[in-house]
């Protein structure tokens, strides 16, 4: 797929769902369940997926863990199979060095671009950051990732994003600050810049619906949030792409409003938004250990697990909204997956 008919398919709006990392009792990957993981989003109906970010785990970039090409080959191999068109996107981060190594490898492994985390670069001037940025998307397409600083992120001015926005290269920016003000820093200065050929997708998990039904107007221009990179959408993704269908440039609604809700208090749980976000991979994790795609909640990190209380919590939003789960579909395709 070419940048143009990539382009075109982000502005089409697309749910993608961020990849998680599926390992056995003794941390090692488990490529039979992290097979399974890709071929249960593709049958679930996404339109992308985005592998080797947050939700994945940063540490399988370390050299003695060395996951990051293998997890991104599973998924590169798994999304070629699908009849249907998909954006192939993995994040890349670090300083600069490190970003263009991984925007290299990206692109020998056919991905159409890069999720840029500027997690590394938490002190950089952002006359620094734009330098980073442009060096990279001369490599590869870039979308840019406001990643909120209660888990590695940083406050951005609505000043970078206008500078961001007028670098060629930049297809679409996920919006995650879980912060209305900041979200509409980026909306307000992609509109500025005049660029209709930028994406917005929503990341921030707390806010699923309502930014999908939010038509966000400036100077007398707007723009809408069209599509979700989401983490929340690992779990529950047959249902999730059903609501991005339902919620897709529509109007607001009581019930859509309503399901908003359920949406968030369901991620409040998932992502362990009590403490501070501690056990959100172990969260998405316990969904899946659940629904059987992965043997057990198990991280990188063996600190890394549920906080005390989540697995409760995780219990009620079970109970409390039925109609958001997709078990009985992964109950149905878990075997064939599983080959």
């Known amino acids: 797929m070419d940048n143009i008919k ?46 080797g970010v947050h939700t994945t785990q940063f540490a399988i970039r370390d050299p003695k863990i060395g996951l990051f090409r293998p997890v991104l080959e599973l998924a590169a191999e798994e999304m070629s199979r699908s009849l249907a068109p998909l954006a192939r996107i993995a994040g890349i981060c670090g300083q600069t060095a490190q970003a263009i190594k991984e925007a290299h490898l990206l692109c020998e492994l056919d991905y159409h671009a890069a999720l840029l985390s500027l997690g590394a670069l938490k002190e950089a001037s952002e006359d620094a950051l734009i330098s980073h940025c442009r060096s990279l998307a001369g490599i590869i397409p870039i979308i840019g990732f406001y990643l909120q600083p209660s888990v590695g992120g940083r406050v951005l001015s609505y000043a970078f994003w206008r500078r961001f926005a007028d670098i060629e290269n930049v297809v679409a920016i996920k919006i995650a600050p879980f912060n ?9 200065a992609v509109i500025d810049s005049g660029r209709d050929d930028i994406a917005l997708y929503t990341g921030n998990d707390d806010n699923i619906v309502a930014d999908f039904l939010t038509p966000y107007q400036f100077a007398g221009k707007q723009k809408r949030i069209i599509g979700g990179l989401l983490g929340h959408w690992s779990v529950w993704t047959k249902r999730a792409v059903e609501l991005h269908q339902r919620c897709h440039r529509a109007d607001a609604t009581p019930d859509l409003m309503r399901l908003g809700v359920e949406v968030t208090d369901s991620n409040a749980a998932f992502f362990d938004a009590a403490n501070g976000f501690q056990g959100c991979i172990a969260g998405l994790h316990e969904v899946l250990r659940r629904q059987g795609l992965l043997k057990g909640i198990w991280c990188l990190d063996e600190k890394e697990t549920l906080s005390p209380g989540q697995l409760t919590e995780i219990d009620r939003i079970y109970s409390a909204y039925p109609h958001l789960n997709d078990d009985d579909f992964i109950a149905e395709h878990l075997d064939t997956w599983l080959r």
């Open 6 to 51: 990539f382009r075109h398919l982000l502005l089409q709006g697309l749910a993608i769902p961020a990849h998680p990392l599926a390992l056995t009792s003794t941390r090692q990957l488990d490529e039979r369940r992290q097979r399974a993981l890709t071929r249960y989003y593709l049958a679930s109906g996404i339109g992308g997926l985005a592998v």
């Open 180 to 188: 209305r003000y900041q979200t509409q820093d980026v909306v307000r």
